[in-house]
């Protein structure tokens, strides 16, 4: 496997799908370095007969996205300086524009919307490539509960986007 | 093709890195040598430096008294003494502090103040009983 392929392959619906669920451009950056870093630490531990590359890397993002979320607390209290890092419940951050166009911005803005399970399925979805299947083992719900999900949130999302 | 799949293709293409800016800083982090490594090894030594000296802070700050300031004259040969609320307390040293002004008259300038509790070796402070209490001690000692 040559890794700086795969990288070129999949950085962008990686960070993507980071993006969207934190919300924040450089939150998302910092997270997907943590992925790809320990991706490329544990390249050797990458085994293709459980699962293709895809499946591991959004793995793993989703592990940083999910750890990030429990410290957040835990850095803020022990932040000496202004604790300005959200949880991307709200808003977005101010997206610069050189690589988040309108669409890109709008599209955020109305996951943005959806909660923190939604946002998690939707952004699956979209950039993992993963089924309704393989998104239910990962995420521990059942498949037609994703499916019913999904389906919401992708009408919510029709409807802001609209707007 | 139907109407939602057609939306998630939509979004799906959504780019949010057009420049390539953002893969090529992530790359360059990614890459970088051993920053991952000894940003662990750094982090692994710094908490296990901070648990340390905080276990050690703290048991020398239950086992040492507090030193307190003396005003001037108010060092007086002393003996054990317990007290509770405030009051000399000569039969039970449990659930009280002890208190004990070093030196004789005018030599010493400290008072030291240990946390309550029943010590086998400071058993002979119930045996005894200071000289009258000093305004001073009232103040600054509480049970």
């Known amino acids: 496997m040559d890794f700086s392929t795969v990288y070129q392959e999949l950085f962008k619906p990686v960070f993507a799908y980071v993006l969207l669920r934190v919300n924040d451009c450089a939150l998302a950056e910092d997270l997907c370095a943590l992925t790809w870093r320990k991706a490329y630490e544990k390249r050797n531990l990458f085994n293709p007969e459980k699962g293709n590359f895809r499946q591991w890397i959004f793995t793993i993002a989703r592990n940083e996205i999910n750890m990030h979320r429990r410290l957040y607390y835990v850095r803020r209290f022990l932040s000496l300086t202004g604790f300005e890092e959200g949880l991307g419940e709200t808003e977005p951050a101010a997206l610069d524009p050189e690589f988040c166009g309108g669409e890109e911005a709008n599209l955020l803005r109305a996951v943005s919307r959806l909660n923190g399970r939604e946002r998690d399925l939707v952004a699956l979805k979209f950039y993992s490539g993963l089924n309704n299947r393989e998104i239910a083992r990962q995420t521990g719900l059942s498949e037609s509960n994703v499916g019913t999900i999904l389906h919401r949130c992708l009408r919510k999302l029709r409807e802001e986007m609209k707007v | ?143």
């Open chain 2, 1 to 143: 093709m139907t109407e939602q799949e057609d939306f998630i293709r939509l979004c799906s293409n959504a780019d949010f890195d057009k420049n390539r800016a953002v893969q090529a800083r992530v790359w360059a982090r990614v890459t970088a040598r051993g920053a991952g490594v000894y940003r662990r090894w750094t982090f692994a030594a710094v908490a296990a430096g901070v648990l340390f000296a905080a276990g050690f802070g703290a048991a020398s700050l239950m086992r040492r008294p507090a030193d307190l300031p003396v005003p001037s004259g108010a060092a007086v040969e002393y003996s054990w003494t317990c007290r509770a609320g405030g009051e000399v307390h000569p039969a039970d040293c449990s659930c009280l502090r002890h208190v004990s002004v070093y030196g004789g008259a005018g030599t010493s300038r400290s008072v030291r103040v240990f946390s309550g509790g029943t010590d086998g070796a400071r058993r002979e402070c119930t045996l005894r009983q200071g000289p009258p209490e000093l305004s001073f001690y009232r103040s600054c000692v509480t049970c």
